[in-house]
Nanobody, 128 residues
């Protein structure tokens, strides 16, 4: 599957953005999906994950209550709604697809090695 992330940009602190990740090549419903981010000089970190059906989600503590992951399998698209943005949210955001089952321990789905496919990333910059 090929993943194409979009929707990044420059926003003031407290603002909102909606990231999208369009999939092609295979149906999105085949995969558990995740969002990760990488700030300058830092390692890539987990943001959120969503089950194949969209019925289950999991978030990093740092984004709970502010960022919302969702998917539309009919449109083959993954989303990340970002509200109440903070300067520390500044990073390149990557969407990813995993063939792992949601039934695995959730901690596994927060790690990069279990994701098989990655988008190219979209830059989010939050100014103070």
């Amino acid at each position: 599957v090929q993943l194409q992330a979009s929707g990044g940009g420059l926003v003031q602190a407290g603002g909102s953005l909606r990231l999208s990740c369009a999939a092609s090549g295979r149906t999105l419903s085949t995969y558990v999906m995740g969002w990760f981010r990488q700030a300058p000089g830092k390692e890539r970190e987990f943001v959120a994950a969503i089950s194949r059906s969209g019925g289950s989600t999991y978030y990093a503590d740092s984004v709970k209550g502010r960022l919302t992951i969702s998917r539309d399998n009919a449109k083959n698209t993954l989303y990340l709604q970002m509200n109440s943005l903070k300067p520390e949210d500044t990073a390149i955001y990557y969407c990813s697809a995993s063939r792992k089952s949601w039934a695995n321990a959730i901690v596994i789905l927060t790690t990069t090695p279990v994701y098989d496919y990655w988008g190219q990333g979209t830059l989010v910059t939050v100014s103070s």
